[in-house]
Every structure is written in structure tokens, then in C-alpha cells.
């Protein structure tokens, strides 16, 4: 007579707009990036190669130099070799006036002045001046080799530091010469991260547990019908991430660019219900992006097509297709920016057609970091994405906006800290009859890694990886819940 509905119907109805499509996107961006800043701070460590800038002072004194070829000829080779930039274009224009000057050392001059600006298309044309005037030159021919090192033209440097050995160099020269042939080889290399961890879920089913009666019988004061949500499910888990990317040369600034990215986790636990669509919760994600890369001193432009599969349930769930659009720029040493666009489509498979559907999606991306110094960076962006299921009830907008910052603690230990935080909001495009309404969430998340580069074990960096969602929606009953997972990860970086 009476009866004790259990709502699951709903999930399943609704199953395909879950957020845990969020999350993946979310670890994918946290993984990705933090293999690109292991990168930069690489390429920071080449950086010490060049000449750094500083005071114009030679042998602890300041000289007058005087409007002569024997004056201004010399001071022009210690302003260059002590960093004097500014006062550099003084004795550039003087020089230049002079009959019987060099218009090699001109140039020279030119170029390394425009480096000093971070202008390296004109510090690589006038250096190839230099060069067209005084071919033999053995420290023209050096500096145009690191010019071009510096402006990541590998193949190009490569042939222009084995010129400069050819012109006849000091044993310094030849050393510093080894030493960016060495740093040539390791930027052919792959470079990446891959960790194993150990930790606990306390929600790997994103459940709430939500009881509710829909309908009392006013005579027996008894529940008629009752909506009950499934309750959250705890494990123990076995996680693990790789992340690598590796550019090859083509010619000058174009690269191929491949970067391929696995994560997943492993739950002790499965769903002990026998009507539970998704039994085993565990996952694993696999992403190949390769494509075209342009990449100066200056501006990094990808184009990459890739590949996306998703495990889950123990079998394929999905395969997406998508090609993504990138650009990050260098305005200063301090200060980075980017954009992207990304369209995406998903594709599952006839088990994955149980929990979810296919779809499209759409995302635009801004992005920016600030370092104030070396071992610190604030990054944050906004990202917007259109998801198109084939009804309009699915369909959704969302905006997120995110903000971390990352630093690297002075002191033997290597302490290192990097937290991000992500507060997204979406809006189906219209109103659920079967649900009731139209789907409005409110999503945060908080991703924290802490770790110490001085404490490693067998060659392997400790990292306490902490992540907590909090999703809320005007369907709370279904889509409402807390979700904190907690690993130790032992991670190589190479």
C-alpha cells in the first residue's frame, strides 16, 4: 500500500552533468601547469649563461672617455663585457660619428643593447649585421649564437656555436661554448613529473545522503513517499600522475610540441549497491596532445590537436577529440599573460552511454602571473565554457575564476608551497520538468601541494597533495556535496 521511493532515477537521469567533468578539468590545468613552471625555472637556470646586467665600473674606477677612436673603441668592449647599458647608447652615437670606426662593433653594440630591452628580433638582425661585416669575428659569431640560444632557435644555435669554435676561442670561451651545447641537449629532452601517492576519499561517489518525504498521509502520519539520496562513500586510495612535454625543433622559432598526461586513482572501496550504475569509482585519465608550437624569447603559440580517454566503472567511458589554441607572453621578467580557446567533443561508449551522453564543449581562457621574485609566483585567470548536449536541458554555461600562488621557501629543507583556489558558477540553458527546475550551481574548490626538495627518499620528493570541492546547487538534493580527498605522493622530476 504504501511504498519507499529511493530516488535514484533521478541520478541516473541526470548523471552526464555531474561535476566531476569539472574536476578533471581542473586537475588537468593544476597538472599541466605545474609541469610548465617545472620548465621555466629550467630555463631560469640557462639564464645564468648570459650575461647578467650591472654597474659601469672598470677595475674599481669610473674613466672620462673622450671623442677618439682609441677612447671610445675599448670603452665600447667594457660597457658590453660589465653590463653598462645605460650608458651604452652615449658611446654608441659618438663612435658612430667617427671616421674609420667599425660598423661590426656598432652593430654589435646595437644588438646587445636591444637584448638588454628584450627586443631580440632586433638584437638577432643586428647581430647578423655584425657578422655580414666582420664574418671572421670569433665574439660576434659567439654572441649571435647565444642571441639565437636565447630566443630558442635550438638548430640555428646549435650551427652558430660550432662557427664560433671554428673562429678560434680562449679556453673560457670554449667552456662557456660546452656549456650551451650541454643545455641545447637537455631541451631536446623529455621533461615532466610522475608521482605515486597514497591517501583517502571521503566522498568518491559525490553523494550527499539526502532524505526528504514528498508526501505524508495526513491519517497515519506516515510517509507515502520519500526521496533518498545515496550516502557519501569513504576509501582508501592508490593516486599517481605523469606529466611530460618535449618540443622539436624544426627550423628557427617552429616546433613540434607533444605533451602526453596521465592521472588517476585507485579506491579500495565500490558501491555495494546492486542497482548503483557506477560500481567502481575508480579512475584514469589519459590525454595526448602534438602540434604545432612557434616559440621565441618572447611568445609561446601552441596548436595542438589531442586525444582524451576516460576509464571509469573498469571500462572506457569516453574518447574526446579536441584541438586547443594557446598563447603566452613575456612582458617582463615579473610579469606573464596568456589566452586560449579550446573546442572539445565527447564521444562515449556503449557502456558509458549508461551515465552519461555525448556532447560539445567550448572554452575561452585568460590567464596572468606575477613574480616578485624568483621563488614566488601569483597566477590567477577566468574561464568560461559552453557545454552542448543534444537537449537544452543539459546544456549549460559556466564561468570560473581561479587564483593561486606558489613559492619556494629559502633553507636546506627545500619547502615548497603551491594553492590554488577555483569558484565556478553554472546555469542550464533551460528549466528540467523532470527535475523541477532550472539547474543553477556554485562550485569551489581548493587544491593545495606542499613539499620539500631537500627531503627526498630514494631520489623521490615528498608531496602532501590536499583537494576539497564544495558544490551547491538550486537541485541540492541531487547534485549538492563535499567531497575531500587527502594523498602523500612521492614525485620525480625530470
Not at 51 to 80: D, R
Not at 180 to 205: F, K, M, S, V
Not at 388 to 416: C, M, N, P, T
Request: positive net charge; aromatic residues 12%; contains cysteine.
Amino acid at each position: 500500500m504504501f511504498h519507499r521511493f529511493k530516488a535514484l532515477g533521478f541520478v541516473l537521469a541526470a548523471a552526464f552533468v555531474l561535476p566531476a567533468a569539472w574536476a578533471d578539468d581542473d586537475d588537468t590545468r593544476f597538472l599541466q601547469e605545474q609541469t610548465q613552471r617545472a620548465a621555466e625555472q629550467k630555463a631560469q637556470a640557462e639564464q645564468a649563461l648570459a650575461a647578467p646586467p650591472g654597474s659601469l665600473l672598470y677595475e674599481g674606477k669610473v674613466y672620462q672617455v673622450g671623442n677618439t677612436l682609441e677612447e671610445l673603441e675599448p670603452a665600447l668592449y667594457v660597457a658590453i663585457n660589465t653590463g653598462q647599458w645605460t650608458r651604452l647608447p652615449d658611446f654608441i652615437s659618438r663612435y658612430r660619428l667617427l671616421r674609420g670606426h667599425r660598423p661590426a662593433l656598432v652593430a654589435m653594440a646595437d644588438s646587445l643593447l636591444a637584448r638588454f630591452h628584450g627586443d631580440y628580433p632586433t638584437a638577432v638582425q643586428r647581430m647578423q649585421d655584425a657578422n655580414a661585416h666582420e664574418p671572421g669575428d670569433a665574439r660576434i659569431r659567439l654572441e649571435l649564437a647565444r642571441l639565437l640560444f636565447e630566443d630558442n632557435q635550438d638548430k640555428r644555435a646549435r650551427t652558430g656555436f660550432a662557427h664560433a669554435l671554428e673562429a678560434g676561442l680562449p679556453p673560457n670561451a670554449r667552456m662557456l661554448v660546452q656549456q650551451y651545447e650541454q643545455a641545447l641537449d637537455l631541451r631536446a629532452g623529455w621533461h615532466g613529473t610522475a608521482a605515486l601517492g597514497w591517501g583517502y576519499n571521503d566522498n568518491i561517489n559525490q553523494a550527499n545522503g539526502y532524505r526528504s518525504c514528498e508526501s505524508y498521509v495526513p491519517i497515519w502520519n506516515v510517509c507515502a513517499f520519500e526521496r533518498i539520496m545515496p550516502e557519501a562513500i569513504g576509501s582508501q586510495m592508490v593516486n599517481y600522475e605523469l606529466s611530460m612535454q618535449r618540443r622539436f625543433n624544426l627550423s628557427g622559432n617552429h616546433n613540434l610540441h607533444v605533451r602526453p598526461l596521465s592521472y588517476g586513482n585507485y579506491y579500495a572501496r565500490t558501491n555495494p549497491s546492486d542497482t548503483a550504475s557506477i560500481r567502481d569509482y575508480s579512475t584514469n585519465l589519459a590525454i595526448l596532445q602534438a602540434g604545432y608550437q612557434y616559440l621565441d624569447a618572447r611568445d609561446n603559440v601552441t596548436l595542438t590537436p589531442y586525444l582524451e580517454h576516460y576509464y571509469r566503472n573498469r571500462h572506457s567511458e569516453y574518447l574526446a577529440h579536441g584541438l586547443q589554441l594557446e598563447w603566452r607572453h613575456s612582458l617582463s621578467r615579473q610579469w606573464q599573460i596568456g589566452t586560449s580557446l579550446d573546442a572539445k567533443r565527447y564521444e562515449y561508449t556503449s557502456k558509458g552511454l549508461r551515465v552519461g551522453m555525448d556532447y560539445k564543449q567550448y572554452q575561452w581562457g585568460v590567464t596572468a602571473s606575477f613574480s616578485p621574485q624568483p621563488a614566488t609566483a601569483l597566477y590567477g585567470g577566468l574561464d568560461l565554457t559552453r557545454k552542448q548536449y543534444e537537449v537544452a536541458q543539459a546544456s549549460s554555461k559556466d564561468w570560473a575564476l581561479r587564483a593561486g600562488i606558489y613559492h619556494q621557501f629559502a633553507g636546506e629543507a627545500g619547502l615548497f608551497m603551491n594553492v590554488l583556489g577555483i569558484y565556478r558558477a553554472l546555469r542550464n540553458d533551460a528549466f528540467d520538468g523532470f527535475l523541477g527546475a532550472r539547474r543553477h550551481d556554485r562550485q569551489q574548490v581548493y587544491i593545495v601541494s606542499l613539499g620539500a626538495n631537500g627531503w627526498k627518499i630514494a631520489g623521490l620528493v615528498p608531496e602532501l597533495r590536499v583537494r576539497h570541492s564544495r558544490n551547491r546547487s538550486n537541485l541540492d538534493w541531487a547534485f549538492g556535496f563535499r567531497q575531500t580527498e587527502a594523498s602523500i605522493m612521492l614525485r620525480h622530476s625530470f
